[in-house]
């Protein structure tokens, strides 16, 4: 993989402003690029390129497009803009059940992404992932060995998964596995993507402890593919918005129901608010 395929697929720094502000305007010539992050032509054309082989942009003519895929509610860009402050609260109290000396699997979701400054106070720790930014992030601290699963890449999700992914983990003993879910409806948690899903069944079959990490606004939806039934999990962690009614039903149908406090001064969109 070359360096500047890597650099696309980290989307850090100017080249994810990049992508962000087309999302937000569907549309957007080069010279309004240009002239938004003072940037040379030179400079420009680098960036777009790479956002165009990764699979994120397209150029028709002089206008600058995100393509569809990008802005779909499964993609990684899509669901990192969502809920985030809901999504760092569950990352938080996740991260406190990790102990020095622990293996972790975490997979592709974004709210496992959201643990990764936490687990790097943590050490020692082994942390054993599908999900190449949350591996190119802990990668560099010295303190967390970071194992990376193969397998076939999903620019969508930023993952890996298929059977290479799924035979490397069950070859492992992890001491907890955090998977998150598209939606939980009843006592059933789904996902939109079958290869996603083994994926996921992956780490939480070879996992002394499960964790399900997923936000509020997850509840009383449904998606395609079957991920599992709740009491699967040994605790499921979700933010203060859940429905009281909805979470006392999942407390007596006997899921370990943990739920973190969310800042106040948090939108709902999950940015601060000034």
């Given at each position: 993989?070359?360096?500047?395929?890597?650099?696309?697929?980290?989307?850090?720094?100017?080249?994810?402003?990049?992508?962000?502000?087309?999302?937000?305007?569907?549309?957007?010539?080069?010279?309004?690029?240009?002239?938004?992050?003072?940037?040379?032509?030179?400079?420009?054309?680098?960036?777009?390129?790479?956002?165009?082989?990764?699979?994120?942009?397209?150029?028709?003519?002089a206008n600058i497009t995100a393509l569809p895929s990008v802005s779909a509610p499964g993609s990684i860009l899509y669901r990192s803009r969502q809920k985030v402050a809901q999504k760092q609260a569950i990352a938080r109290l996740a991260a406190s059940m990790v102990s020095p000396g622990d293996t972790v699997a975490l997979d592709d979701s974004t709210t496992a992404l959201c643990m990764a400054e936490s687990l790097s106070e943590i050490a020692p720790l082994t942390v054993v992932t599908n999900s190449l930014g949350l591996g190119m992030r802990l990668g560099s601290c010295e303190t967390v060995s970071v194992i990376g699963l193969g397998g076939n890449y999903s620019p969508i999700f930023d993952a890996f998964a298929g059977m290479v992914c799924e035979q490397s983990v069950r070859a492992m003993r992890i001491d907890m596995a955090f998977v998150s879910a598209a939606a939980v409806h009843g006592l059933t948690a789904y996902h939109q993507v079958e290869e996603i899903v083994r994926a996921k069944r992956a780490l939480m079959d070879t996992a002394d402890c499960r964790v399900l990490l997923v936000d509020s606004r997850k509840f009383d939806t449904s998606a395609m593919s079957r991920l599992a039934m709740l009491s699967e999990f040994d605790v499921v962690i979700t933010d203060d918005g859940i429905d009281p009614d909805y979470a006392g039903m999942l407390r007596d149908a006997g899921v370990t129901l943990r739920i973190a406090a969310v800042s106040p001064s948090a939108s709902e969109d999950g940015f601060t608010v000034e």
């Open positions: 993989m070359n360096a500047m395929l890597m650099e696309g697929q980290a989307l850090s720094g100017r080249r994810r402003g990049i992508l962000d502000y087309v999302m937000e305007q569907g549309a957007v010539p080069v010279g309004e690029l240009l002239k938004r992050f003072s940037l040379s032509r030179t400079s420009i054309n680098r960036d777009l390129l790479a956002l165009s082989a990764q699979g994120l942009i397209r150029r028709n003519g």
